[in-house]
């Protein structure tokens, strides 16, 4: 693995860097999972694309600009050095998108793809149901055929920014009599269909971008369909390999945090009895550019990762929370007073949990991992 960068690399970075630096919005923007900040967040997500660096690792065609994964990994560093606002369009971009370049025909690249990039249709996931929550292979909602396409009935749970978005994708039970896994078929599903209720509800911390949705007879075509029929296991697992590998936390996200962690260390009066953390914190954020490193490699080299995923996962989730805790001891009295910090650790807190749980992960990676027999 080589850890140099080339004159190009280092050029593209330079590129980055300065449209950043002139365009990052100053001050920063409120929250993208309240409804004024969704819309200010929209507003910053096409300047990006305006610049061309939306999806900068997509083909032109499609809104991006050819560049390689090496790239994207620079411009993700930039970015977060930057400070740049979230990308409440991150679900389509990071998410959905990589699994319809691997599963969609031509003609839904054609159709979904740019428009993801220009952030004009807007996806949320629809993964958890009420009695099916970390437990994927047990969803209800159920996919029936009709002339011309589909009806779907059932309702989704915990969907982030549905009530702010304009599409949904996610798994349907297209054959009853089909146990766990099989049988489920993966749905593209515009959120104005008929049929359709999406019922927004408000997080503790104040925040009311979360929905339910609910599916009454709602039609959709044939087209609608990511994949082949009943077998959107095997989509699904590609787009939650993206949640929990490589594109949805990069590493640049966590260099930035321990960047300002090492800041507030040095200006913190307790820090010395924190060093140690602080050291380890460093340690651990480099320890996954390493590990990024190493797996884009193997993805230029032709060797997709796979159930590694579930470690890339566990260990980014569970790094977030000790940085910020660490930072918020150092705070000391003055933590609740730091809005950025401790809205950064009740973030960070959910990380355990969304992506699939981490005991979830934990019994993939001894399943599939180390060979260890189911309990």
């Known amino acids: 693995m080589d850890l140099t960068w080339s004159e190009e690399e280092d050029a593209f970075r330079g590129e980055a860097r300065a449209w950043l630096e002139a365009n990052v919005p100053d001050p920063p923007l409120p929250s993208g999972d309240t409804r004024e900040g969704f819309a200010a967040h929209l507003e910053w997500e096409r300047r990006l694309f305006a610049g061309g660096w939306a999806a900068v690792s ?21 970015y977060y050095r930057a400070r740049a606002p979230q990308r409440v369009t991150q679900n389509g971009i990071f998410l959905l998108a990589p699994s319809v370049f691997e599963f969609g025909t031509p003609e839904q690249q054609d159709r979904i793809l740019p428009r993801i990039a220009a952030a004009e249709d807007l996806w949320c996931q629809g993964w958890s149901e009420p009695g099916a929550g970390s437990d994927l292979a047990g969803i209800t909602s159920r996919a029936t055929r009709c002339e011309g396409g589909w009806r779907l009935d059932g309702q989704k749970l915990w969907t982030t920014r549905g009530a702010f978005c304009t599409h949904l994708f996610g798994l349907f039970r297209s054959d009853p009599a089909a146990e766990r896994h099989r049988g489920l078929t993966y749905f593209l599903v515009p959120l104005d269909a008929e049929g359709v209720r999406v019922r927004g509800f408000g997080r503790l911390d104040g925040d009311e971008g979360f929905a339910e949705v609910f599916f009454d007879d ?71 550019r390493l590990f990024t490193l190493q797996t884009v ?25 000790r940085l910020h805790e660490t930072a918020l001891d150092l705070l000391g009295d003055a933590a609740e007073l730091d809005g950025e910090w401790m809205r950064g650790f009740e973030f960070a807190l ?17 399943e599939r991992l180390l060979g260890l027999p189911r309990s």
């Open 218 to 288: 709602v039609f959709v075509p044939d087209d609608a369909v990511l994949g082949d029929v009943d077998q959107g296991w095997s989509v699904a697992m590609a787009t939650t390999g993206s949640e929990r590998g490589l594109t949805l936390r990069s590493p640049g996200r966590f260099s930035a945090v321990v960047e300002r962690l090492c800041r507030l260390y040095r200006a913190s009066p307790a820090g010395a009895a924190r060093r140690e953390r602080v050291v380890q914190g460093w340690m651990d954020a480099e320890a996954y």
């Open 58 to 78: 997509w083909p032109q065609r499609y809104g991006g600009r050819d560049a390689t994964l090496w790239e994207w990994l620079i411009f993700e560093e930039e």
């Open 350 to 366: 959910a990380g355990p949990i969304y992506a699939g749980t981490n005991e979830i992960q934990r019994n993939i990676a001894a």
């Open 297 to 321: 490699t193997s993805i230029v080299e032709g060797r997709p990762p796979g159930a590694e995923s579930s470690l890339n996962k566990l260990w980014w989730s569970e790094m977030d929370v």
